[in-house]
């Protein structure tokens, strides 16, 4: 190279042609990769040369460890850039430095609300690389599908950066559509906002995905893709039907919170014993039963379906979180449960003695005898008519000394679904169990509330669905194949189905009427041997494409057109 410029710059030198052959000779033994005569990036060469001559120049021979200085709160730009430029001249100093260098700015913040952190530094740089006009531009090519079906469809071709993301492309679309209508005089220009349209990937006249992660780059979407951006009912119409809905459903309940009070299931307890005789098995005074109940979160269930259910493997399920827990299913359960409380709780052997040095059921007890009065009482309630007994609402209940014990009482249901409840303490375990299994029901049942309003929140916007028209195959295959482009509607959460057929019809009658061709045509049609399509180039065309004809079939009769209504 020293060698090249001392030959240009001599005064020997009178315009004559120079040949680099010895530079570039020298520049290949150092550097293989410009070895022989291929095309190489004349920026790399630069890049290559200059560093070579700055490292075989630079008079700093022995390098000092230095710190990357960043700028300090108080100090402005100009004081940080020359405070970072003289601590990389203690290092990087020649000529090529003070001809060919400057500065990078980098700002770096943390994205943490809480942090909030800056860090700016000052970084060398021996060239700047600038990117050629348009060469970062992509255009990409969108079908462009109105809410109005009366309107044709609009083939565009947006042009976006290739970093752009989704978003970016879907808002410039709006902004070509909005342009164009302008232009042409529409009345619906500028009423088109980017959160009502949605874009799609488009194979075989369906729907293949959605573009709805706004945040990927355009490079998702390939050159051989057909791209649709469907305009979409906007959010607000769809907002105020679901209002309109929500009141009138909240006026047509008398109290919506009464309401919601009667589905909560009934509270679970035994009632109390008349008199000072004898009294429930106090389970929370037994330490045994309190820590099997407390050993773990649902050790109730273990203890119920263990040891008081009959064939409890199916409700092991219920509970035990391998299935989705199924109120429907649980909520009979737990009134059986309730009925089963109500048959057992006047049996003699369902309480204890009060006081110490006593029998642990009343029938046994010798002192303070039964009131004559009361024995009546309790005497009058038969087997036979103990059901009826049940439906008694009373606080307090007295004691069937004489009646059947709770082992032949629930003996007597042969439906029942439970079994071993033999004791005082036996019964009174299967009513706390009761009564957890009633907390375990509110709690689910405020967890589907939750999950039922989670979905409403996420419906709130309208639920996106997709028509497909097709056409059903004739003779051995019945399949049926969609024979134009799908329609893409945005309908609120509470339209019924009725309100559905109604939107279609209004957004296919908009659009289409049934022409039948004349002779003429049909005989041109059937002679041609080909499939009959209306394209958006047609006249006739509303969008939508027609049924074709039965080419193998002469005898068939012409399908009716689908056209545009005038």
Known sequence: YSGIGSTYFSSSYNNSAVYPRQFKTILGQYASQFVGYDQHDSHELAAYLLDSLHEDTNRILKKPYVEKPEKKD????????????????????????????????????????????VSTTYDPCMY????????????????????????????????????????????????????IY??????????????????ADMWHHKVWSWYDDLNKCVDEIKESDTTFAYELRPIAEIHEETDAVTEAAMEASDDA?????????????????????????????????????????????????????????TYHRW???????????????????????????RCSDSVVAVGPGTSTTPSAMDEDPVDPAAESEIREISDADFDDALEQ??????????????????????????QKIHSAKDFAIFVRCAQKLR????????????????????????????????????????????????LLLRISSVLTVTGLRELLAEQL??????????????????????VMTVTDDDPRASGLLTTPTDAKSPSAAPPPVLSRRK
């Open 439 to 486: 907390e375990w029901i509110i709690a689910q049942q405020k967890k589907e509330k939750e999950k039922e309003q989670q979905e409403k929140e996420k419906k709130k916007d309208g639920i996106t669905i997709q028509v497909r028209l097709v056409k059903k195959g004739t003779g051995v295959s019945m399949s049926e194949d969609p024979f134009t482009t799908p």
């Open 393 to 418: 609402d009373d606080d307090e209940i007295s004691i069937n000394e004489d009646g059947q014990p709770l082992a032949d009482r629930l003996d007597m249901d042969t439906l029942s679904k439970f």
């Open 509 to 530: 009658s908009r659009g289409l009427k049934l022409e039948v061709p004349s002779n003429e045509e049909a005989k041109e049609d059937r002679a041609s041997d080909a």
């Open 257 to 313: 919170d009464v309401a919601d009070a009667q589905e909560l299931p009934a509270e679970a307890s035994a009632r109390k014993v008349k008199g000072d005789k004898w009294q429930r098995y106090d389970i929370d005074s037994d330490a045994t039963i309190m820590e099997k109940l407390n050993e773990k979160e649902n050790a109730w269930v273990d203890m119920l379906l263990n040891s008081y259910v009959k064939n409890s493997f």
């Open 128 to 179: 700047l690389p600038v990117p050629i006009p348009g060469a970062s531009d992509r255009p990409i090519e969108v079908t462009f599908v109105p809410l109005d079906s009366s309107k044709r469809r609009t083939k565009l071709s947006v042009t976006v950066s290739r970093t752009a993301n989704i978003e970016g492309l879907r808002a410039k679309i709006v902004e070509t559509v909005n342009k």
């Open 74 to 117: 108080d100090e402005t730009d100009d004081q940080a850039a020359l405070r970072a430029w003289e601590a990389h001249l203690q290092r990087e100093n020649s000529r090529i430095v003070e001809i060919f260098f400057g500065q990078f700015k980098t700002r770096v913040q943390c994205p943490h609300a809480q942090c909030g952190k």
């Open 319 to 345: 509970f035990g979180g391998r299935e989705e827990p199924d109120l429907d299913k649980v909520m009979p359960f737990y009134e059986q449960m309730l009925k089963t409380i109500k048959k057992l709780e």
């Open 182 to 199: 302008a232009e042409n005089g529409d009345s619906t220009a500028g009423t088109i906002h980017d959160d009502d349209v949605r874009l």
